[in-house]
C-alpha cells in the first residue's frame, strides 16, 4: 500500500513537471508591420511568462487566416484576434472562449481616409464615394473590411463592386494608409487606433490624406483562448491567465496595443460581428 502510494505520488508529480514543461504559445492578426507587433508580444510574452509561471512564446503568422488556422490546429493556445477572426476561430474550435478585451474594443470604429486629390471633405454625412478606387485592408479584417463594407453597402444601397472603379486589399491599416497617402488607391478604411497612433507618431502626411468619415461602434478585438487549457497547463490556468490579462497595468505594455486597459470579454459580445458577416455573406 505504501509502495502504491509513493509510485502514484511519482506519476503525479511526472505529470505536474511535464504540465509544467509545455510551452504555453500565443499569436496575434498581423494588422501592422512586422517588426511592431514583435516588438509588442515579445514584451506580452514576457510579462505572462513572469504571471503564469509557465514558459511564454509568441509566435508570428503571416495573415488573418494564418492566425486562424494556427488556433483550430491549437498550434497556439490563446490569440489576439480581430472581432472577425474570433468569431471565426471560436467557431471551429468548440469551447473556445473570448476571455478579455481592451476598453476601447467595446465601441470601436473604422475611419475611411482619401487622398487629397480627390477632394472629399471631412462630414457627419457619409461620403459620395462612387467611381473612386478603394483599399480595405485584409480581407479578413474587421475594421479594416467587414464593418467598412457593411457601412459602405448600407448607406449607398449597392454591393462594394458596383460602388468603386478597382478595390484592392492592401492586407494590413499601415500598408492601407501608405497607399492612399501615396495615390495608389483614392479612397480606404483604416482601423482607427492604427491611423491616430500613426498620426501622433508623425508618421502619416495629413497634406496628403485625410479621415473624410468616422463609423458607428461596434466590438472588435478580444483575446481568445483554447479549450482544454486547464487540462495541460492545471486546473484554473484559464482563470489565472484572465486574471492576468486583465491585470496588465504597465503603460509600457498597454501603449503598444495600443489600449487604456483590459476588460472582461465573453463569446456574446460579439453576437453583432457574426451577424453582420453572415449579412454580407463572409460567414454561413
Do not use: C
Request: net charge negative; proline share 4%; no cysteine.
Amino acid at each position: 500500500m505504501k509502495l502504491t502510494g509513493l509510485l502514484l505520488a511519482g506519476v503525479l508529480s511526472l505529470f505536474s513537471t511535464v504540465a509544467l514543461s509545455e510551452t504555453f504559445t500565443f499569436t496575434a492578426i498581423p494588422d501592422e508591420d512586422e517588426s511592431q507587433l514583435r516588438t509588442r508580444f515579445d514584451k506580452v510574452a514576457v510579462y505572462l511568462s513572469e504571471q503564469l509561471d509557465v514558459e511564454v512564446k509568441y509566435v508570428p503568422v503571416k495573415s488573418y487566416s494564418a492566425a486562424v488556422t494556427a488556433f483550430r490546429n491549437n498550434q497556439v493556445q490563446l490569440a489576439w484576434f480581430g472581432g472577425l477572426s474570433g468569431v471565426q476561430a471560436r467557431r471551429l474550435v468548440p469551447g473556445s472562449e473570448a476571455i478579455a478585451q481592451g476598453f476601447e474594443d467595446q465601441f470601436f470604429k473604422s475611419y475611411i481616409i482619401a487622398h487629397h486629390s480627390t477632394e472629399l471633405a471631412a462630414s457627419d454625412r457619409f461620403p459620395v464615394l462612387k467611381g473612386y478606387t478603394f483599399t480595405f485592408g485584409s480581407k479578413d479584417s474587421t475594421s479594416g473590411r467587414l464593418m467598412p463594407q457593411y457601412f459602405i453597402e448600407d448607406n449607398l444601397g449597392k454591393p462594394v463592386e458596383e460602388t468603386f472603379k478597382r478595390i484592392g486589399f492592401s492586407g494590413d491599416h499601415s500598408r492601407t494608409i501608405s497607399q492612399v497617402e501615396a495615390g495608389v488607391y483614392q479612397v480606404g478604411a483604416v482601423n482607427y487606433k492604427v491611423w491616430d497612433t500613426a498620426v501622433e507618431k508623425g508618421e502619416v502626411d495629413t497634406t496628403k490624406v485625410s479621415v473624410i468619415w468616422q463609423s458607428p461602434t461596434y466590438p472588435d478585438y478580444q483575446w481568445t483562448v483554447h479549450s482544454g487549457v486547464d487540462t495541460v497547463y492545471g486546473t484554473g490556468f484559464k482563470e489565472k491567465l484572465t486574471r492576468a490579462l486583465l491585470n496588465m497595468k504597465d503603460k509600457n505594455l498597454l501603449d503598444s496595443f495600443p489600449r487604456e486597459s483590459f476588460v472582461p470579454a465573453q463569446n456574446s459580445d460579439y453576437d453583432p460581428i457574426e451577424r453582420v458577416a453572415k449579412a454580407i455573406g463572409m460567414l454561413d
